[in-house]
């Protein structure tokens, strides 16, 4: 691979490229919103929250030095993260506080991307971060589900205009900011109806003696602010 093709590529996902028009962000808006309120698309799609939010439990561990065996994501759009290391202190806490908030840090993440104009670094990155956790999963459906997502990143990336990569990389963080803000609110009327007994709150309440509707509410104003602030950037405001 010549010089001249390198810094081709470089300048392709590093450098920035045109926002596009204030309608185009607002239909992908009304389009990721439509994935995540109905409940029959949300049944599908919260598929892709699921990874977010697992894929939050498994860096984290990575990132607070826990050995990470393995994610499992299922057809129920239920997932499982196992790590090793000491089942106490601040790692496992991070660790355990990590899954609800990813989707929506995420999301804050990507808008921030998208505001400077780093459409091709968005997509790229996804795509690495989907690769690097194909690793780690260990049933079929998780491997298809992952695999599925990175095709879909993969191909936009490359075979579509600058038009239709801008419209799915800002569906892709809108989705992100609002889905992640449904997920608390399912698990706060679950533990109303007395279910979802060893819940993530359910274990950072175990481990810090803090009441896990303290930590649902944690989640709540995260998830809430990083939709407020991400769509403030979105928009241009």
């Given at each position: 691979?010549?010089?001249?093709?390198?810094?081709?590529?470089?300048?392709?996902?590093?450098?920035?490229?045109?926002?596009?028009?204030?309608?185009?962000?607002?239909?992908?808006?009304v389009?990721?919103?439509?994935?995540?309120?109905?409940?029959?698309?949300?049944?599908?799609?919260?598929?892709?929250?699921?990874?977010?939010?697992?894929?939050?439990?498994?860096?984290?561990?990575?990132?607070?030095?826990?050995?990470?065996d393995?994610?499992?994501?299922?057809?129920?759009?239920?997932?499982?993260?196992?790590?090793?290391?000491?089942?106490?202190?601040?790692?496992?806490v991070?660790?355990?506080?990590?899954?609800?908030?990813?989707?929506?840090?995420?999301?804050?993440?990507?808008a921030?991307?998208?505001?400077?104009?780093?459409?091709?670094?968005?997509?790229?990155?996804?795509?690495?971060?989907?690769?690097?956790?194909?690793?780690?999963?260990?049933?079929?459906?998780?491997?298809?589900?992952?695999?599925?997502?990175?095709?879909?990143?993969?191909?936009?990336?490359?075979?579509?205009?600058?038009?239709?990569q801008?419209?799915?990389?800002?569906?892709?963080?809108?989705?992100?900011?609002?889905g992640?803000?449904?997920?608390?609110?399912?698990?706060?009327?679950?533990?109303?109806?007395?279910?979802?007994?060893?819940?993530?709150?359910?274990?950072?309440?175990?481990?810090?003696?803090?009441?896990?509707?303290?930590?649902?509410?944690?989640?709540?104003?995260?998830?809430?602010?990083?939709?407020?602030?991400?769509?403030?950037?979105?928009?241009?405001?």
């Open positions: 691979m010549d010089t001249d093709h390198l810094t081709d590529i470089w300048s392709r996902v590093f450098g920035t490229q045109p926002a596009p028009s204030l309608w185009l962000v607002i239909i992908t808006a389009l990721a919103l439509g994935a995540v309120v109905p409940h029959t698309a949300w049944r599908l799609s919260r598929n892709a929250v699921t990874i977010a939010h697992e894929g939050g439990h498994g860096l984290i561990a990575l990132l607070t030095g826990r050995r990470l393995g994610i499992r994501l299922h057809s129920d759009t239920s997932g499982l993260t196992v790590s090793r290391g000491k089942p106490t202190g601040l790692g496992m991070l660790t355990a506080a990590a899954g609800y908030i990813a989707p929506s840090l995420l999301g804050l993440a990507g921030a991307l998208l505001a400077a104009g780093h459409i091709t670094a968005l997509l790229w990155g996804a795509t690495a971060l989907l690769l690097a956790m194909l690793i780690m999963i260990r049933n079929a459906y998780g491997v298809l589900t992952v695999v599925l997502a990175g095709a879909a990143f993969v191909l936009v990336s490359w075979l579509t205009t600058a038009q239709v801008a419209a799915f990389a800002y569906a892709v963080v809108w989705f992100l900011l609002l992640g803000v449904r997920p608390p609110f399912e698990l706060m009327g679950k533990r109303r109806r007395g279910g979802a007994v060893d819940s993530d709150p359910d274990q950072l309440a175990r481990l810090t003696h803090v009441p896990a509707a303290v930590w649902l509410g944690l989640f709540h104003v995260v998830t809430l602010c990083s939709l407020m602030g991400g769509g403030r950037w979105l928009l241009g405001l």
